[in-house]
């Protein structure tokens, strides 16, 4: 469960999410958190500031970044989701989470048990929600 003291929110204001990486599976989470009342999408980032600009402009984000590191600076953002290839997710996340940002991060949460312990150890450091982005724990036929 998300702890909205942590992450600065007062119940019945939206949650406010960045997404790192804007591949194809972006463009899917987007239109599912379209429909979640509570959330909104405030920032984008990827390498290339091109593709972040186009991708904010067709989904109407607000801002829009050339690089993670700026997306994590913003205050704004109060979770990212990290949608990078698998082989960047666990630098991505523990920079995230030394930012103090929550993370829900695309599936496999990392490559290896030592990525995925440093990942965990790191959440509880920072005190922040760390999550893989495993959709069907939330199916009710599961």
């Known amino acids: 469960m998300i702890n909205?003291?942590?992450?600065?929110?007062?119940?019945?204001?939206?949650i406010r999410w960045g997404i790192i990486g804007l591949g194809?599976?972006?463009?899917?989470?987007?239109?599912d958190l379209a429909m979640v009342n509570d959330a909104e999408i405030i920032a984008v980032a990827s390498r290339n500031i091109?593709?972040?600009?186009?991708?904010?402009?067709?989904y109407h984000v607000k801002q829009?970044?050339?690089?993670?590191?700026?997306?994590?600076?913003?205050?704004?953002v109060d979770v990212v989701y990290i949608a990078t290839p698998h082989t960047f997710h666990v630098s991505v996340a523990l920079m995230a989470m030394n930012y103090k940002k929550n993370v829900l991060c695309e599936?496999?949460?990392?490559?290896?048990?030592?990525?995925?312990?440093r990942m965990i150890a790191c959440a509880r450091e920072n005190?922040?929600?760390?999550?893989e982005a495993l959709w069907s724990r939330f199916n009710p036929a599961i």
Do not use: R, T, W
């Open 127 to 131: 005190k922040v929600f760390l999550m």
């Open 4 to 14: 909205f003291d942590k992450m600065n929110c007062k119940m019945g204001q939206k």
């Open 107 to 117: 599936k496999p949460l990392g490559v290896n048990k030592d990525e995925v312990e």
């Open 50 to 58: 091109e593709k972040a600009n186009q991708f904010a402009s067709q």
């Open 64 to 76: 829009a970044f050339g690089s993670y590191e700026s997306l994590l600076q913003c205050e704004e």
């Open 24 to 31: 194809n599976i972006a463009h899917n989470f987007v239109k």
